[in-house]
Structure formats: C-alpha cells, structure tokens
C-alpha cells in the first residue's frame, strides 16, 4: 500500500515538473513565429525602398 502511495506522488510530482517546460514549447514556437514576421516585415520595406 505505501509502494502505491509512494509512486502516485512521485508521479504528480513528475508531472507538476514539466508543466513549465512544456509551456516553454508554445512559448518559443510563438516567438519564432514573430521573429520570422518582423523579419518578412523588414524584408518587403526594404524592397519597397530600394533605388
């Protein structure tokens, strides 16, 4: 019984510990995301602007 016990919070607790990694995931993705757009951004002004 406590073998069980035991496992059931070693489990939650491995699962609370990656909550914020992967969180992190969606986090970074979305960034690369606006990064890459702020680039095409910069990119098309720069074409727009070329002599």
Do not use: F, N, V
């Amino acid at each position: 019984m406590y073998k069980r016990i035991t496992m059931l919070i070693l489990s939650l607790c491995g699962l609370l510990g990656a909550l914020p990694l992967l969180g992190a995931c969606h986090t970074t993705a979305g960034a690369g995301q606006d990064i890459s757009q702020a680039g095409q951004a910069i990119e098309k002004s720069a074409d727009q602007h070329a002599p």
